[in-house]
Nanobody
Framework: QAQVVESGGGLVQAGGSLRLSCVASGSITGRAAMAWYRQAPGNQRELVASITLAGTTNYADSVKGRFTISRDNAKRTVYLQMNSLKLEDTAVYYC??????????WGQGTQVTVSS
């Protein structure tokens, strides 16, 4: 059974750092496009960062220079290193995995709360 599980969220003060992890398992191979999205209360889900199988990355303007996405294909894992966190980064962060044939899998989300 295909599964995507995020971890690493929590409560952090503004200016602090967190590292999120997302592990794909089951029928999901390491040959997939991976991305992090987030959704704050009352807002639509938005793309934070993505990384292709070849390692090409893309970031939302709001996180450029602060967040770094990376992956370990052998472990079927994608990471999101978040530095210099701001209050507006508070959201539920979701991992999205898309297989080479176009199947899309979402994780259950992990809460990130940034306090002043």
């Amino acid at each position: 059974q295909a599964q995507v599980v995020e971890s690493g969220g929590g409560l952090v003060q503004a200016g602090g750092s967190l590292r999120l992890s997302c592990v794909a398992s089951g029928s999901i191979t390491g040959r997939a496009a991976m991305a992090w999205y987030r959704q704050a209360p009352g807002n639509q889900r938005e793309l934070v960062a993505s990384i292709t199988l070849a390692g090409t990355t893309n970031y939302a303007d709001s996180v450029k220079g602060r967040f770094t996405i990376s992956r370990d294909n052998a472990k079927r894992t994608v990471y999101l290193q978040m530095n210099s966190l701001k209050l507006e980064d508070t959201a539920v962060y979701y991992c999205r995995v898309e297989s080479l044939v176009g199947y899309v899998y979402w994780g259950q989300g992990t809460q990130v709360t940034v306090s002043s």
